[in-house]
């Protein structure tokens, strides 16, 4: 399969800082060697080198782009995800965290591996997103996570669950996950779920801090529904997307979620590959000899 040609690209980052102007610099002296248009997210108005550099909108990167490379952690890539992954734009994450699996490119390759990856020589694959609305109009998505919780440390809220308009169980616990494949190294990860292959269409269910010694994941079909309801005594709970944005459900809430029909498409390097980005990220033992 030939890669599509870039033409354009868009540079995105959540924060600015002099590390972050290194590499944007970098990145742009690279992509206009290429003859390659390059635009820069409003957010970054702070640097300094104004002759490399065409400061857009979110709107314009969108229309323009063939490409965008969000520079840090995977925080910054669910960011550049929700705003311009949702609409289409591929994205290269640039890699400044330390746990992400979502960003690749190591800056101390970034002259070679980008210069490849504009060549066309990239892998891309395609990462769902969950979105969720309620009956009272309040609607969001998640590439990673949707949380449904009491709000408060140490505080248990009831709720039932439902799938594909049958009833699962009903439960007391902090909260509720309900993740990606790509969220399953995320929060979830945290709160004892499995880690899932991004390629594996699923949807899992975590329940946080259940009040019940039987309580397991959950994993189920990615085009299930699945719908939320507060119960008993609890009056409200917060529901949040990617640890990012939020808004409050009540008693008179139906929360439905399922996937999207907008899909993330993920650019990695040719030489990406999963399991090895786990045995970096997580510890896990190296090969043997």
């Known amino acids: 399969m030939v890669n599509k040609q870039i033409k354009s690209i868009g540079i995105f980052s959540t924060t600015y800082n002099r590390r972050i102007e290194e590499i944007v610099l970098q990145c742009c002296?690279?992509?206009?060697?290429?003859?390659?248009?390059?635009?820069?997210?409003?957010?970054?108005?702070?640097?300094?080198?104004?002759?490399?550099?065409?400061?857009?909108?979110?709107?314009?990167?969108?229309?323009?782009?063939?490409?965008l490379l969000a520079i840090g952690g995977d925080g910054t890539i669910l960011s550049s995800s929700r705003i311009y992954g949702f609409k289409g734009v591929p994205i290269l994450g640039i890699n400044l965290?330390?746990?992400?699996?979502?960003?690749?490119?190591?800056?101390?390759?970034?002259?070679?591996t980008l210069t490849d990856v504009l060549e066309g020589q990239y892998a891309t694959d395609e990462r769902i997103f969950l979105e969720a609305r309620s009956n009272k109009g309040s609607s969001n998505k998640a590439l990673n996570e949707i949380v449904v919780h009491s709000g408060a440390v140490a505080k248990l809220m009831e709720y039932t669950l439902e799938i594909d308009n049958k009833f699962v169980f009903r439960q007391k616990a902090d909260g509720i996950i309900i993740c990606t494949p790509?969220?399953?190294?995320?929060?979830?990860?945290?709160?004892?779920?499995?880690?899932?292959?991004?390629?594996?269409?699923?949807?899992?269910?975590l329940p946080m801090l259940p009040h019940s010694l039987t309580a397991r994941?959950?994993?189920?079909?990615?085009?299930?529904?699945?719908?939320?309801?507060?119960?008993?005594?609890?009056?409200?709970?917060?529901?949040?997307?990617?640890?990012?944005?939020?808004?409050?459900?009540?008693?008179?809430?139906?929360?439905?979620?399922?996937?999207?029909?907008?899909?993330?498409?993920?650019?990695?390097?040719?030489?990406?590959?999963?399991?090895s980005a786990s045995r970096n990220k997580l510890g896990w033992s190296a090969e043997t000899q």
């Open 97 to 112: 965290g330390n746990l992400g699996f979502l960003a690749d490119i190591d800056p101390k390759n970034l002259a070679e």
């Open 217 to 275: 994941p959950l994993i189920v079909s990615d085009n299930s529904k699945i719908e939320i309801k507060i119960e008993g005594r609890t009056k409200k709970a917060n529901v949040n997307f990617d640890g990012q944005e939020s808004f409050v459900i009540n008693k008179e809430t139906n929360l439905k979620i399922n996937k999207s029909k907008k899909v993330l498409n993920l650019v990695h390097p040719i030489s990406h590959d999963f399991y």
């Open 29 to 67: 002296e690279i992509i206009l060697n290429k003859g390659i248009e390059v635009t820069i997210s409003s957010n970054l108005k702070k640097l300094k080198n104004k002759k490399l550099i065409k400061l857009s909108s979110d709107e314009d990167i969108i229309k323009r782009s063939d490409l």
């Open 182 to 205: 790509t969220g399953s190294t995320a929060y979830s990860l945290s709160g004892g779920g499995p880690i899932i292959h991004p390629h594996v269409n699923t949807i899992l269910l």
